[in-house]
């Protein structure tokens, strides 16, 4: 039975993403299944859509973090649950010359009064990737919500009118009429040395004065949230996308969510784990961090280890089991390792395929066949897993070599092995291989590796033949290769292997015979 792998990436940020990833795993391992993986930052809508086997999606128009008009896609699955990745009105990747304090949430909140027209049981919201830090001013103020200096209302406040603001109010305030979900991977809290602006808001544009002046202001506004905020000591995700993180869950009563215990849950990965040999799983940097609720500190969490592979680009972590890095075992230097990851992930991949039995090294277990009136000897590359069990070549039943000889011939084909070797004998056929042992992946020749080349000379040497037949590509490339004072004796051949589907046996039998006779 084929080993199967289930394969769940994170991106290797900066270098190649997961789905390019998973695609490439997949494509070297056929019997894989491939889920996609986001924290809630871009990418997570995408995610979410090849999860889903249902769905509709619907555009509404709303303010960019630069206030500017955008079309949002929102998507609704059959079940009532809406998904909304926010950097698609707030990513980083909208940034223009605004500085950091004149950035806006309010399309986020004009999403939310628009999804009030649909039938919504829960909306799930994906914060990763986020390019302001305004603590959700903008959202709650779309919503309804009032900044007041001395009674008068500030008109489209941005985070800095916040110093001068004496009061907020919820006086029109409009909830929306569904529960709300928040995805994400940051556990930060709000404020403070590892709240949403010391740690993120540098990334964003902002200077080291910035930064101080964030926190007041959110200090600020958190003050005059106080008597609206919900179970307010909760800290956790607090400072996700700039503190939207923190109004989701303390005005809106948001759930939150770690980004990879979602994505699991949506797999339903405690049930499907068990279906598979082995979990693949990997991310660019596998350090601490990975295990504070990263891809795979979660996928460790809920599966046995033993059965988890994980591939990084780099290893800093004193986690050592089945992990395999590209720098520095496979790429000696880190900016290659980031520039060309597949050239080092091929390797990882044929590593991952010996650690898990799908290569094997195998040696040619049964002899040459040949007697001493042999005049023609038939090479082929390595002998099928089949031929392998039954000691004896081309016993694929789907081979269609017995059938192509007896069309040579006009005689009917053999069904069992003593009739297959009368029908080679009398036609004076020995048969052997090119290769002697190798690294093989069941008896696909496309994955041979490391093969060593049996002693052809000493069969040709030592008996009558007179004219070699190479079956196949792979037998005729290392034929070439590595006897090359026999190929006037030769004569190149298409393979008689069922994967050779484009040739009929029509067409085989006469190329054959064209040779052989």
Do not use: W
Not at 108 to 124: F, P, Q, T
Not at 180 to 207: E, F, M, W
Not at 497 to 507: F, R, T, Y
């Amino acid at each position: 039975m084929a080993t199967k792998f289930l394969l769940i990436f994170d991106s290797f940020k900066g270098s190649i993403s997961s789905s390019d990833i998973e695609k490439y795993f997949k494509k070297a391992l056929p019997d894989s299944t491939a889920f996609p993986i986001s924290d809630g930052g871009e990418g997570f809508l995408e995610c979410i859509k090849k999860l889903l086997q249902s769905y509709q999606t619907i555009n509404i128009p709303v303010h960019s973090l630069n206030n500017k008009i955008i079309n949002v896609e929102i998507v609704i699955d059959n079940k009532g649950n809406a998904y909304l990745e926010s950097s698609q009105i707030v990513g980083l990747n909208l940034i223009d010359k605004e500085n950091i304090f004149h950035r806006t949430s309010f399309g986020i909140g004009e999403v939310l009064l628009k999804l009030n027209n649909y039938i919504i049981r829960d909306l799930y919201v994906g914060l990763g990737g986020s390019g302001l830090s305004e603590m959700g001013l903008g959202l709650i103020t779309a919503l309804g919500a009032k900044l007041l200096q001395k009674g008068k209302v500030i008109d489209n406040p941005f985070l800095d009118d916040v110093m001068k603001a004496d009061q907020i109010t919820f006086d029109n305030f409009c909830y929306p009429g569904y529960n709300i979900h928040i995805v994400n991977d940051v556990d930060n809290p709000l404020i403070g040395i590892n709240g949403a602006n010391h740690v993120y808001a540098k990334q964003k544009g902002a200077s080291e004065e910035d930064i101080k002046l964030l926190d007041i202001c959110f200090e600020k506004l958190k003050k005059l949230l106080s008597d609206y905020l919900i179970n307010s000591s909760d800290t956790k995700g607090d400072g996700s996308a700039g503190g939207l993180g923190f109004i989701f869950k303390h005005i809106l009563k948001a759930q939150y969510h770690q980004g990879i215990e979602f994505i699991l849950s949506l797999i339903d990965f405690d049930k499907i784990k068990n279906k598979y040999d082995y979990i693949i799983t990997g991310e660019g940097k596998f350090d601490n961090q990975s295990f504070n609720e990263k891809v795979v500190g979660g996928i460790l969490s809920h599966a046995n280890k033993s059965k988890v592979i994980i591939v990084c680009g780099i290893n800093e972590n004193e986690y050592r089991k089945n992990v395999y890095a590209i720098y520095p075992k496979y790429a000696k230097d880190i900016r290659d390792a980031i520039k060309h990851p597949k050239k080092y992930l091929k390797e990882i991949i044929i590593d991952i395929k010996r650690k898990t039995g799908v290569i094997a090294k195998s040696k040619h277990s049964f002899p040459l066949f040949i007697d001493k009136d042999s005049q023609i000897l038939i090479l082929g590359s390595f002998p099928s897993v089949k031929s392998r069990e039954e000691k004896f070549y081309y016993m694929n039943p789907y081979n269609r070599f017995y059938k192509v000889i007896s069309g040579v011939y006009n005689e009917p084909c053999p069904n069992d092995l003593k009739g297959k070797q009368k029908l080679l004998s009398t036609h004076h056929i020995a048969l052997y291989d090119v290769i002697e042992e190798c690294e093989i992946e069941g008896s696909k020749d496309s994955s041979i590796i490391n093969p060593k080349i049996a002693d052809i000379a000493k069969i040709i040497n030592n008996s009558s033949i007179n004219k070699i037949i190479l079956n196949g590509g792979k037998a005729g490339e290392l034929f070439k290769k590595h006897f090359p004072q026999y190929v006037d004796k030769a004569i190149f051949l298409p393979s008689t292997s069922p994967l050779n589907a484009s040739m009929s046996l029509e067409k085989l039998i006469t190329i054959y015979r064209d040779a052989l006779l």
